[in-house]
């Protein structure tokens, strides 16, 4: 399998150096030549359990690992890190919640970072080489990012968050790391703040060279590839248990990458009957959905901060093939994009965006009226994410297919919320517990990328 940019200036690449490459060469995005056909293969995947349900999808992604080196980093990201199925699917009321909220920092982000991670070492472990990370985290990649590299050799990570704006835990569970290859950066300013610095360092390809950097973010192909198996593994579980062929997914929507690998699981086969993308306040994706306009708005701070993003980062690999896998007419909507904040696609007279895909967004409101409410019916606490996605599930209406809502973080990490909407403290872990009190380390910097690039040099060259 080879791999090119949504904008046509780099030559064919191979799986691992898309995973060192993280942002295109061209600014683009890095995206399969073709997406592979499983069809025939599903079902003898049926049976599988998570750990080789992995291993036959990345094996058609990744063909330059071996089948032996890649079953060992599938065992050491996923077995005793996450629970025993890693990622299972439960039953509440009329919908299925799948929970994703299993790995060590308690979001979806820890099931491809934690793949990532070991994928890194190995990768540089052949290469004698090294690599410092840079991301931005709107909360929870930062964690699940430090998490998935912390002490390993050969890897700094450096990750911005938005100071003040992410939960008091997030950010607890980022700065108390103090692994010597582990750099907390707060940034004087939003997430999108965060996701622009990286994209203007990670796009000076001399910065990027010198200093051999990579990406954890949702850019990374290998995150979106990891993303894919619980689609597959979660629609099999309904559909053994109601005896129906085909599924809906509903996903919380921020930087379109979890939704987007459930999309890839779609064209490999995967009978999904309909996709819905939820958002919050910050509504761009669905507003996109529903008119064919992606214009940016500002940024609305709410109670699932990890989806208070405007511009989403992966958008442009699907909108790469909504437009014909058409590298010219891609890069002249992004490049309009750019200059002017706004894209539109021209539909016809009844054409809808994607007749697979449905939006809609859920206000702060609606989000603390669906935790209450699951709490009170089914003594089901969901995380403030989940909510806005089971509220916009439950807006389309639970007859017909069965229908699966994507759970993306543990309640624990949001406990303001979870107190607001329901009166209790009823969302612990004990892990979130065993945090309070350790001492913490982070730079705080202003807006500015040379500023961010400066903290770099210095830490690299101390
Ligand atoms: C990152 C995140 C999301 C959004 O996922 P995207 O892949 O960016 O769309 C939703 N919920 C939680 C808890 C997250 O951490």
Redesign the pocket.
């Known amino acids: 399998m080879k791999y090119i940019s949504t904008r046509g200036g780099v030559e064919p690449l191979s799986f691992q150096q898309v995973v060192l490459m993280g942002l295109a060469d061209d600014g683009g995005l890095l995206i399969p030549e073709s997406i592979p056909d499983a069809r025939d293969r599903l079902q003898s995947w049926r049976k599988l359990d998570y750990l080789q349900l992995a291993q036959e999808v990345f094996s058609l992604f990744a063909t330059d690992i071996p089948t032996d080196v890649m079953r060992s980093l599938i065992e050491r990201s996923y077995r005793g890190t996450f629970h025993p199925e890693v990622a299972p699917t439960v039953r509440v009321g009329d919908l299925f919640i799948l929970e994703l909220f299993h790995g060590p920092t308690l979001?979806?982000?820890d099931v491809a970072l934690q793949f990532l991670g070991n994928l890194y070492e190995h990768i540089l472990g052949q290469t004698g080489g090294h690599l410092n990370i840079l991301g931005a985290t709107?909360?929870?990649?930062g964690s699940a990012a430090i998490y998935g590299v912390r002490g390993r050799a050969g890897i700094n990570i450096f990750v911005m968050h938005p100071h003040k704006r992410v939960s008091e835990i997030q950010e607890r569970q980022m700065t108390s790391v103090l692994d010597a290859n582990v750099h907390n950066i707060a940034v004087r300013g939003s997430f999108d703040d965060c996701q622009r610095i990286m994209k203007s360092l990670a796009s000076d390809l001399d910065f990027k060279r010198r200093h051999s950097i990579g990406s954890v973010n949702?850019i990374n192909f290998a995150r979106i590839l990891a993303q894919i198996v619980y689609y597959f593994y979660s629609a099999f579980h309904v559909q053994r248990i109601t005896g129906t062929t085909q599924t809906r997914v509903c996903?919380?929507?921020?930087?379109?990458?979890?939704?987007?690998a459930g999309w890839y699981a779609g064209r490999m086969g995967l009978n999904l009957s309909q996709m819905i993308l939820a958002t919050n306040e910050n509504d761009i994706l669905a507003r996109f959905f529903n008119t064919g306009v992606y214009s940016r708005g500002t940024v609305a701070q709410t109670y699932?901060p990890?989806?208070d993003?405007q511009v989403?980062s992966?958008f442009e690999r699907y909108l790469y093939h909504r437009v014909g896998s058409d590298p010219k007419r891609l890069r002249l909507l992004m490049e309009g994009f750019a200059s002017t904040g706004s894209l539109k696609l021209d539909l016809r007279e009844g054409e809808v965006v994607d007749s697979q895909m449905v939006s809609k967004s859920a206000t702060n409101a609606e989000t603390l009226e669906t935790i209450a409410k699951y709490y009170r019916d089914y003594g089901y606490v969901l995380?403030p994410?989940?909510a806005v996605g089971v509220h916009v599930a439950e807006d389309f209406g639970l007859e017909g297919d069965p229908l699966v809502c994507v759970s993306?973080?543990h309640p624990a990490?949001f406990p303001e919320a979870i107190r607001e909407a329901t009166g209790e403290s009823v969302a612990r872990h004990p892990d979130i517990d065993a945090l309070a009190g350790l001492p913490t380390r982070c730079e705080i910097l202003d807006n500015d990328s040379g500023a961010v690039r400066a903290f770099i040099e210095k830490t690299l060259s101390a």
Do not use: R, W
């Not at 709107?138 to 990649?141: A, E, K, L, P, Y």
């Not at 996903?251 to 987007?260: E, H």
């Open positions: 979001s979806f982000k709107s909360g929870d990649t949702s996903v919380p929507t921020g930087n379109f990458g979890d939704i987007l699932s990890a989806m993003i989403s992966n995380d994410h989940t993306t973080a990490k």
